[in-house]
């Protein structure tokens, strides 16, 4: 069995208190590695080693051109272990093969050199050193500068591990931050492997630590530390909101990517074999473990029936199987008690009158692992449990609807506001439609395509603040104005007269 310890300080360290524990393979049901477990020491530790490396200005105070062509390197070093790296996101939350190798860890490289190459263009430049020349309310010359926040957190969830880590990691660091890293405690090795090959790249010691542990201890020192300046958390809106509450002790900067209820408009016009393959895709993908997934299919009354149709016949193209295995397209839930989770609100749904029309159950085919089939209710009354609620599983609610009014009202009537989408084959009534959807992303004809260049967050209770993009980045610097006067006699200074005679 693999073994990992905690990365602090650019190197690898046992907890304080010797703590390990297993982390199972989803779909053997298995232990594959031991992971250490950080307690409250250890992330002080932790804290300790960024701010250390923070004060010595060994990250800070490389030039962005500097710190670009390491984090271009990360990226390339991430290529170098993708066999590893892939195989350790899958035997750690249970995602497919197909998926570690063609999106969690391009995914992650593509993070790194993204912001990487960013940093190096005149697009940062303009973005990081501002000049203005002013005559009120005093002559003067006037800068404002963008600086990095110091120690930033990044607290992450066990959907998508390692795309979650570089999201946090890259922007931090391209900014001139240090970090400390916790993940998931049932999906750590990946952001842990990530911390070494930062570090081997060419990162200094401390500048990324990543410590794995309990929310509730580890994750609770880190939100409330001192010398953390910035929080970035992912995950669900209720932690978010204990994360925010936490942080308003010393008044940290927080971004929140928290949970999602995402609409996915059918409209009348739409190509309907594209968008009910793309319904598919937009809720089953990574078992619905996807935050910004389209769990609420709205469609055309006119075209419900046929819709529904096509759905269900393009399930039966979703192998659902051994997650190594390169033809599996859907693999297990992370855990035993997310599967309970689903097949409760399964039960809720059928409770509350919508129609079970696929899935519904266990695959028979599958002797062990926490696998569930994907699920399709009908009829669904946004109104209804499993409409409301974020399930974070293969479960999709059809709804009908009769206009555009209609699904634009059903679509804004949640507390969520991450992600959705508009299918139809007139762009500009589906962007106008668009732009009455209360969410962060919208996309028309696609879904799950996020794009690294583009915001991503959350309107109402789906987050504060953006990630990804220069507005993402921009999320992890101080801003400054530096007024420089001109060096005059007291005369010069008219508003010495304020105070003096
Ligand atoms: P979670 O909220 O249970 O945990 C997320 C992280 O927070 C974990 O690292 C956990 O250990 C830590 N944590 C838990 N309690 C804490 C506390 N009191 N103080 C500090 N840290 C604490 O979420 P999860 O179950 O791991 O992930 C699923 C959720 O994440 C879903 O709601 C999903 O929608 C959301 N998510 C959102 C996005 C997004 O970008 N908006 C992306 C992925 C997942």
Same mark, same amino acid.
């Given at each position: 069995?693999?073994?990992?310890?905690?990365?602090?300080?650019?190197?690898?360290?046992a907890?304080?208190?010797?703590?390990?524990?297993?982390?199972i393979n989803? %779909?053997t049901e !298995?232990?594959?590695a031991?992971?250490?477990?950080?307690?409250?020491e250890?992330?002080?530790?932790a804290?300790?080693a960024?701010?250390k %490396?923070?004060?010595?200005?060994?990250?800070?105070?490389?030039s962005?051109?500097?710190r670009?062509?390491i984090l271009q390197? =990360?990226a390339?070093?991430?290529f170098?272990?993708?066999?590893? @790296?892939?195989?350790?996101e899958?035997?750690?939350?249970?995602?497919?093969?197909?998926?570690?190798?063609?999106?969690?860890?391009?995914? #992650?490289?593509?993070?790194?050199?993204?912001?990487?190459?960013f940093?190096?263009g005149d697009?940062?430049?303009?973005?990081?050193?501002e000049e203005?020349? $002013?005559?009120?309310p005093?002559?003067?010359?006037?800068? @404002?500068v963008?600086?990095?926040?110091?120690?930033?957190a990044g +607290?992450?969830?066990?959907?998508?591990?390692?795309?979650?880590?570089s999201?946090?990691?890259?922007? #931090?660091?391209?900014?001139?931050?240090?970090?400390v890293l916790?993940p998931?405690s049932?999906?750590?090795?990946?952001?842990?492997m990530?911390?070494?090959?930062c570090?081997?790249?060419g990162?200094?010691a401390?500048?990324?630590?990543?410590?794995?542990g309990?929310g509730g201890?580890?994750?609770e020192?880190?939100?409330?530390?001192p010398?953390?300046?910035?929080?970035?958390?992912t995950?669900?809106?209720? @932690?978010g909101?204990?994360?925010?509450?936490?942080? #308003?002790?010393?008044?940290k900067?927080?971004?929140? !990517?928290?949970?999602?209820?995402s609409p996915?408009?059918i409209?009348d016009d739409?190509?309907?074999?594209t %968008?009910?393959?793309?319904?598919l895709?937009?809720?089953?993908?990574?078992?619905?473990?996807?935050?910004?997934?389209g769990?609420?299919?709205l469609?055309?009354?006119?075209?419900h029936?046929?819709?529904?149709?096509?759905?269900?016949?393009?399930?039966?193209?979703?192998? +659902?199987?051994?997650?190594?295995?390169?033809?599996?397209?859907?693999?297990?839930?992370v &855990?035993?008690?997310?599967?309970?989770?689903v097949e409760?609100?399964?039960?809720?749904?059928?409770e509350?009158?919508?129609?079970l @029309?696929?899935?519904?159950?266990?695959?028979?085919?599958?002797?062990?692992?926490?696998?569930?089939?994907?699920? =399709?209710?009908?009829?669904v009354?946004?109104?209804m449990?499993?409409?409301? $609620?974020?399930?974070?599983?293969?479960?999709?609610?059809?709804?009908?609807?009769k206009?555009?009014?209609?699904a634009?009202r059903?679509?804004?009537d949640?507390?969520?506001?991450?992600?959705g989408?508009?299918w &139809?084959s007139?762009?500009?009534r589906?962007?106008?439609?668009?732009?009455?959807?209360?969410?962060?992303?919208?996309?028309?004809?696609?879904? /799950?395509?996020?794009n690294?260049?583009?915001?991503?967050?959350?309107?109402?209770?789906?987050?504060?603040?953006?990630?990804l993009?220069?507005?993402?980045?921009? !999320?992890? /610097?101080e801003?400054?104005?530096?007024?420089?006067?001109?060096?005059?006699?007291? $005369?010069?200074k008219?508003?010495?007269?304020?105070?003096l005679n």
């Amino acid at each position: 069995m693999k073994e990992f310890g905690l990365f602090i300080d650019g190197e690898w360290q046992a907890a304080k208190g010797g703590k390990t524990a297993p982390t199972i393979n989803p %779909a053997t049901e !298995e232990p594959w590695a031991t992971v250490a477990v950080a307690d409250r020491e250890d992330v002080r530790k932790a804290v300790a080693a960024a701010k250390k %490396a923070h004060d010595t200005g060994v990250w800070r105070n490389k030039s962005p051109q500097e710190r670009g062509e390491i984090l271009q390197r =990360v990226a390339m070093a991430i290529f170098e272990r993708q066999d590893e @790296v892939a195989a350790a996101e899958v035997q750690d939350g249970g995602g497919t093969m197909r998926k570690a190798m063609s999106m969690d860890v391009p995914g #992650a490289a593509q993070t790194f050199m993204h912001f990487g190459q960013f940093i190096c263009g005149d697009e940062y430049k303009a973005m990081i050193y501002e000049e203005y020349d $002013e005559t009120v309310p005093i002559p003067s010359k006037n800068l @404002v500068v963008r600086e990095p926040i110091g120690v930033c957190a990044g +607290i992450t969830p066990w959907n998508f591990p390692l795309i979650m880590a570089s999201w946090k990691i890259a922007p #931090a660091l391209a900014a001139g931050n240090c970090v400390v890293l916790k993940p998931a405690s049932v999906t750590p090795v990946s952001s842990l492997m990530l911390a070494e090959i930062c570090t081997k790249a060419g990162v200094p010691a401390g500048v990324v630590n990543v410590i794995s542990g309990p929310g509730g201890t580890a994750g609770e020192e880190l939100a409330t530390h001192p010398d953390i300046g910035k929080g970035a958390f992912t995950g669900s809106t209720e @932690v978010g909101r204990r994360i925010m509450q936490l942080g #308003a002790g010393t008044l940290k900067k927080v971004t929140l !990517e928290l949970g999602g209820k995402s609409p996915n408009i059918i409209l009348d016009d739409a190509n309907l074999d594209t %968008a009910a393959l793309g319904a598919l895709f937009g809720t089953f993908m990574h078992q619905g473990q996807i935050c910004e997934s389209g769990t609420r299919v709205l469609v055309h009354e006119k075209v419900h029936d046929q819709f529904v149709e096509k759905m269900l016949a393009g399930i039966k193209r979703i192998q +659902i199987g051994d997650t190594m295995d390169m033809t599996t397209g859907m693999g297990p839930l992370v &855990s035993s008690s997310q599967r309970e989770a689903v097949e409760k609100y399964v039960g809720l749904g059928q409770e509350q009158g919508a129609k079970l @029309v696929a899935g519904g159950k266990r695959p028979s085919s599958m002797g062990k692992g926490y696998y569930y089939e994907p699920t =399709v209710f009908d009829e669904v009354d946004n109104k209804m449990r499993i409409a409301q $609620e974020e399930i974070f599983g293969p479960v999709v609610s059809v709804i009908r609807y009769k206009d555009d009014d209609e699904a634009i009202r059903i679509a804004n009537d949640s507390v969520y506001g991450l992600g959705g989408a508009v299918w &139809s084959s007139n762009k500009d009534r589906a962007v106008a439609m668009a732009k009455r959807i209360e969410t962060g992303t919208v996309w028309v004809n696609d879904y /799950h395509m996020i794009n690294l260049r583009f915001p991503f967050g959350g309107y109402k209770q789906s987050g504060v603040g953006r990630e990804l993009g220069k507005w993402g980045l921009a !999320e992890y /610097h101080e801003l400054k104005h530096i007024h420089v006067g001109e060096d005059t006699p007291p $005369e010069g200074k008219f508003y010495l007269q304020l105070l003096l005679n």
